[in-house]
């Protein structure tokens, strides 16, 4: 065991990638791939059309790879995580299908939202039954333990997004409730798939609050990016109509400290905009070229370096070795990236 404090970054370092972590869990994640294929099947077309409509349509899969990695940096020789990944995979899938609905999205990965395709009533449901999948999944595998910490992560999650819509078009949200509502719909999730992989390992409980610190702080990291990204005109397409959470009023970090650093003047615009009254493009230009002047993607992206290297420091009680490393520059991505 290793003491150190894990550097996220040093000088003279390549661009962080991915790379590392995809080729870590490559081999594993086939076998994820395969039981995902299998369990999204059903005699009703309609439910595997849907459901590989936005399986198919790409995304990192950064949730069941966090489990692949975890239980390489635990030293974990079998092959139960490959099922409990998957499940992680529906878990996230089905709360992806249940969100555009709720947010009425029209793209996702880059392609027409499934509820724009299959329409509203088809897109809850194929959620719900991908969830019922999920469920199926941690059932076989036999651990009370790992059904616990996934069904709570459900819970949380579902907690989560009620509670960003009831913050939805409300000026006084407070960057408090933001991070409590991004800790609870987002990194929860990357805690729990984290964390799963010491459980099937038998690992100490240092172990599993080491890899469930790991994935809530990079949760946390990876959302706080998006929500840069979403203002950000200068990176690269997410996949997503941008401006999506400027038209829905959603009190995200660039906003907030936009707010909270303008002037009687700008502080009125965002009170109209975010009630829902300035949401043409003009608007939303008007919103980007506010969230630059008081610098806010930098402070949002600040603050999620913090967070992602809480989560690099988590990992110091583990060997130093490729999945370490992997584990690390994926926390390093999570922060550089612009999609």
Not at 104 to 127: D, H, M, Q
Not at 175 to 201: C, N, Q
Not at 290 to 298: N, V, Y
Request: proline letters at 3%; glycine letters at 8%.
């Amino acid at each position: 065991m290793s003491d150190n404090v894990v550097p996220m970054k040093r000088t003279g370092e390549a661009t962080p990638s991915l790379s590392p972590i995809l080729s870590l869990t490559a081999t594993a994640m086939n076998s994820v791939n395969q039981v995902i294929l299998d369990r999204m099947q059903s005699e009703i077309p309609l439910i595997p059309a849907l459901a590989g409509h936005l399986i198919s349509g790409g995304g990192k899969r950064m949730r069941p790879m966090l489990t692949l990695a975890g239980a390489q940096v635990v030293g974990y020789q079998g092959t139960r995580h490959h099922k409990l990944a998957a499940a992680v995979e529906f878990i996230h899938t089905a709360t992806l299908l249940h969100d555009d609905v709720v947010d009425g999205s029209e793209t996702r990965r880059g392609k027409s939202a499934a509820n724009i395709v299959f329409g509203n009533p088809a897109t809850v449901l194929v959620g719900d039954f991908l969830f019922s999948r999920a469920f199926e999944l941690m059932v076989e595998d036999g651990s009370l333990k790992v059904l616990k910490i996934l069904s709570s992560a459900s819970a949380v999650i579902a907690q989560g997004e009620v509670d960003q819509l009831t913050a939805q078009r409300r000026i006084e949200t407070s960057e408090e409730r933001y991070l409590d509502i991004v800790g609870a719909k987002t990194a929860a999730l990357f805690a729990a798939a984290s964390r799963i992989a010491a459980v099937v390992a038998e690992r100490e409980d240092a172990a599993e609050r080491a890899l469930d610190d790991y994935g809530r702080n990079l949760g946390i990291a990876f959302q706080l990016v998006d929500d840069a990204i979403d203002y950000d005109t200068g990176t690269a397409d997410m996949g997503k109509d941008r401006g999506d959470d400027f038209r829905e009023g959603k009190m995200t970090l660039p906003v907030i400290l936009a707010y909270a650093r303008g002037d009687e003047e700008e502080r009125r615009f965002w009170q109209d905009a975010i009630a829902g009254f300035r949401i043409d493009d003009a608007d939303f230009a008007h919103a980007v070229a506010l969230i630059r002047r008081h610098d806010c993607i930098s402070a949002t992206r600040e603050r999620a370096r913090h967070f992602a290297q809480r989560a690099c420091d988590a990992l110091s009680i583990f060997p130093d070795g490729a999945a370490r490393r992997a584990m690390v520059e994926a926390a390093q991505f999570a922060v550089s990236r612009g999609y």
